[in-house]
């Protein structure tokens, strides 16, 4: 009878000495634990540490490419310290189109555009292609990824981007494209407007709101 005793004291003392390291070992834990380094799956991206997407310097543009991944080709944006070489508009709730810089022209620039998307956990982002009008057989033709001309605003509230291509410096003549974007961030060609360059430089000067409609979106 008093084996058994002893025995089961020392099951018992087993027991307590366990529960008192599962304690210390749990208020170590408790004592190091930072709450801040917990990434919640609920499309906040807060946590990411994401650069600023407004008022970009040349550092923050570095670490957008990191994050994008655009084509070497755009190098400019964040190689070199040009003003607005990288915007972001918000199209749609944590929705974002990126418009970066490539190239500068006399005139205008080259421009790519990528669409970013923080819904998505990780946040998702794909470089986006633009479809032209052809006058020659009066249709829309496949574009490419890089659009040339002046951006004329990627406003947030109509989710709509307009570039205007001059033909010379002076505006009189060139192009004007205007897309929309659905919600997966693909541009749609909803307008395009064009006025041929007339032979003398000091020509009438016609508003671009008056330009010829080529084509409209039905």
């Not at 634990?33 to 997407?53: A, R, V, Y």
């Not at 990191?66 to 972001?88: G, H, M, R, V």
């Not at 819904?119 to 009008?133: E, H, I, V």
């Not at 033909?167 to 693909?186: A, H, L, S, V």
Request: hydrophobic share 40%.
């Amino acid at each position: 009878m008093g084996k058994k005793i002893s025995f089961s004291v020392a099951i018992a003392i087993i027991i307590i000495v366990a529960i008192v390291l599962l304690l210390i070992l749990n208020r170590q834990y408790l004592s190091t634990f930072n709450i801040s380094e917990i990434i919640f799956h609920n499309g906040n991206t807060n946590s990411l540490n994401l650069p600023p997407k407004t008022n970009i310097s040349l550092e923050d543009r570095k670490k957008w490419h990191e994050i994008l991944k655009w084509p070497k080709e755009c190098s400019l944006a964040y190689t070199e310290d040009f003003d607005n070489s990288l915007n972001f508009y918000e199209i749609y709730p944590k929705k974002y189109l990126a418009e970066i810089l490539c190239e500068v022209y006399a005139y205008q620039g080259g421009w790519m555009y990528m669409f970013f998307d923080e819904n998505q956990n990780p946040p998702a982002q794909k470089l986006l292609l633009f479809d032209t009008f052809d006058k020659t057989t009066n249709s829309i033709t496949a574009g490419s990824t890089m659009l040339v001309g002046v951006p004329m605003g990627a406003a947030a509230q109509s989710k709509e981007l307009t570039m205007f291509i001059k033909y010379r410096g002076i505006g009189d003549c060139g192009e004007i494209k205007t897309y929309r974007f659905n919600e997966d961030g693909n541009p749609i060609l909803k307008e395009y407007k064009a006025e041929e360059c007339s032979e003398s430089v000091a020509g009438n000067f016609i508003s671009t709101d008056k330009w010829p409609l080529i084509y409209q979106e039905k």
